[in-house]
């Protein structure tokens, strides 16, 4: 699968993107589950929220030798009418941190996050409650505010 994602690239931010589009375009969405499934799991069921999204697509990213981590915190997208509890990855390309979504469609736009908790999903952990705690503990009582830079 990881090699399916990306033929022929070697330049690991255009691997990481045709993964992204890979993973968006392959996943079917289920809704939010508490167990954190294995990505051989996911792989097998092509099914899931974007746990299992952020899941599958920094394992492939690991798979190809790319620093992969998955990030939780808030997301807003034209689709939603406020900020969310979401999940995503991270990919480390340069010695920089870059966020690739494979929930979100890769051409949409004004996508915005705010990155609450990171993790390497060390096997030990076993439900995805705990990447969302920091998301949890926000609900409600925080308020965010644009400010422009113009």
Not at 38 to 54: P, V
Not at 100 to 123: K, M, N, Q, W
Not at 126 to 150: D, H, Q
Request: charged share 15%.
């Amino acid at each position: 699968m990881a090699s399916a994602a990306a033929t022929g690239q070697t330049q690991p931010d255009e691997l990481c993107r045709q993964m992204t589009t890979y993973v968006h375009r392959k996943m079917h969405r289920s809704a939010f589950s508490t167990t954190l499934q294995t990505a051989d799991q996911i792989a097998a069921s092509l099914q899931g929220d974007c746990t299992e999204h952020a899941v599958l697509l920094a394992t492939l990213m690991r798979i190809r030798g790319i620093p992969a981590r998955v990030a939780s915190g808030l997301i807003y997208t034209n689709q939603q009418y406020g900020f969310v509890g979401h999940m995503w990855v991270e990919a480390q390309i340069n010695d920089t941190w870059i966020p690739f979504d494979s929930t979100v469609a890769p051409e949409s736009s004004g996508v915005i996050r705010i990155r609450l908790a990171d993790s390497d999903l060390p096997d030990s952990m076993t439900s995805g409650v705990s990447l969302f705690l920091p998301v949890m503990e926000l609900a409600g009582r925080s308020k965010v505010r644009f400010i422009s830079s113009e």
